[in-house]
C-alpha cells in the first residue's frame, strides 16, 4: 500500500466517523436537552423527504424533464403503491419495476 | 467486546429487512469499486477504505478529488465532513435509544450507522419499539455487502460500464418512500415532508454537493415546531 494513499483513505474515514460519533459524545456527558426532542421528532419526515425529491426531480444534480425522467415516474409509482398497500415489498419492487421496464424499452 | 448479545431473533430480522436496500446498494458499492480502479487505487487500499470509511458518498468524495488532482488532505476531510453533517441529525434523533446501551455496543451501533439503517430502524422503532439488536443485524448486513460489493467492482472495473446506469440506486430512494408515505399522518407532518422536499431541490441544484439534506432538514423541522407552537396557542 501506497503511503499518501492510505494517509487519505485514514483522513477521509477520520472525517466520515467523527459525524457518526460526535452527537453522542456530546449528549452522553451533557444529557439530551428537552427542547431538542420536541424539534427531532420531525427529523425522520424532513431527512426521507430531503432524500427523495431530489433523487426523483434532479437524478443527476440537474432538474431533469419529466419526459426523459424514469426516476420521476417509478417514484410517484412507488408513492401511490406506498399510499395503497403500505407494503414494503409491493412499494419496492413496483418501483424499481417500472424503473427496470424503462431502461428496457430504451435499449 | 463485552457485548450483550441478547436476541438472535431480532438481529436476524434486522439483516432480513436490510435486503430490498440491497438492490440498490450493491450497485452503488460497484460503482465505488471500479471508479476506485480507475482513480488509481489497488486492492488492499480498496479494501481498507471500504472497512474504514465504510460511506458511499465519502468515498466518492475523496476518489473524485483524487482524479480532479485536488487531493490536499485537508481539503478531502473539510468536503467529507460537509457531505456527512446530516449524520449529527441521524444521531441526534436515535440518541434516547443509543444512550443508555453499553458503550462498546453503543459505538459498534454509531460506526455502523447509514441512512439505509436509520431508515429501517427508525422505520421499526414507530411498528414495535427499538431494539439495539435489530440495528445491529441491519449495519453488520449493510457493512458485508457494501465490502463484498467494493472487491467486485475492483474486479470487474475493466469489463462493465456503470452499473448505477441500470437505475437499479432507484430501489434506494424506492426503500425511503415506503418509510415516508406511512409517517405522513396530519397536515402538520405534509407540511413538514413539503417544506423539505422543496427546500432539499433548491439546495441540490443550487448548492450541490450533500449539503440540501441538512439545509432541509433544519428547514423542515422548525416549520414543524412552529406549527406545532401555533396550534398550542390557538388552544
Keep these: ?107 | 467486546m463485552g457485548l450483550a448479545y441478547r436476541s438472535p431473533e431480532e438481529f436476524w430480522e434486522g439483516c432480513r429487512d436490510c435486503l430490498p436496500l440491497m438492490v440498490g446498494g450493491i450497485p452503488f458499492g460497484l460503482t465505488c469499486g471500479v471508479m476506485s480502479v480507475a482513480a488509481g487505487f489497488h486492492l488492499p487500499e480498496i479494501i481498507l477504505m471500504s472497512l474504514l470509511v465504510f460511506s458511499g458518498t465519502s468515498q466518492f468524495v475523496m476518489i473524485m478529488m483524487l482524479q480532479s488532482g485536488n487531493a490536499v488532505l485537508g481539503l478531502v476531510m473539510f468536503n467529507v465532513l460537509l457531505v456527512n453533517l446530516h449524520n449529527l441529525l441521524l444521531m441526534a434523533s436515535l440518541a434516547p435509544h443509543l444512550l443508555g446501551l453499553p458503550a462498546s455496543l453503543r459505538h459498534l451501533l454509531c460506526f455502523g450507522i447509514s441512512d439505509g439503517t436509520y431508515a429501517i430502524t427508525m422505520n421499526r422503532i414507530s411498528q414495535r419499539g427499538y431494539s439495539a439488536d435489530y440495528q445491529l443485524g441491519s449495519s453488520a448486513v449493510q457493512f458485508l455487502f457494501w465490502l463484498a460489493a467494493n472487491i467486485a467492482g475492483a474486479f470487474i472495473g475493466e469489463y462493465i460500464s456503470s452499473p448505477l446506469s441500470w437505475g437499479l440506486d432507484f430501489s434506494i430512494t424506492a426503500v425511503f418512500i415506503a418509510i415516508l408515505i406511512p409517517k405522513l399522518c396530519d397536515r402538520t407532518t405534509l407540511v413538514v415532508s413539503a417544506v423539505a422536499a422543496v427546500t432539499a431541490v433548491i439546495g441540490a441544484v443550487c448548492l450541490g454537493g450533500k449539503w440540501y439534506i441538512l439545509l432541509a432538514c433544519v428547514t423542515g423541522t422548525l416549520t414543524g415546531v412552529w406549527l406545532e407552537g401555533r396550534a398550542k396557542n390557538a388552544d
Excluded: C
Aim: glycine letters at 6%.
Design chain 1, 1 to 107: 500500500m501506497r503511503t499518501e494513499l492510505v494517509i487519505l483513505i485514514l483522513g477521509t474515514a477520520a472525517a466520515a466517523v467523527f459525524t457518526r460519533f460526535v452527537t453522542l459524545a456530546v449528549f452522553s456527558v451533557t444529557g439530551m436537552p428537552t427542547w431538542l426532542e420536541r424539534w427531532l421528532k420531525y427529523v425522520p419526515v424532513a431527512v426521507f423527504s430531503a432524500l427523495i425529491a431530489p433523487a426523483l426531480l434532479a437524478p443527476q444534480g440537474q432538474p431533469t424533464l419529466p419526459h426523459d425522467n424514469p426516476y420521476l415516474w417509478a417514484g410517484l409509482v412507488a408513492i401511490v403503491l406506498a399510499w395503497r398497500y403500505r407494503n414494503f415489498v409491493v412499494t419496492v419492487g413496483g418501483g424499481t419495476l417500472v424503473m427496470l421496464a424503462w431502461r428496457w424499452l430504451q435499449h
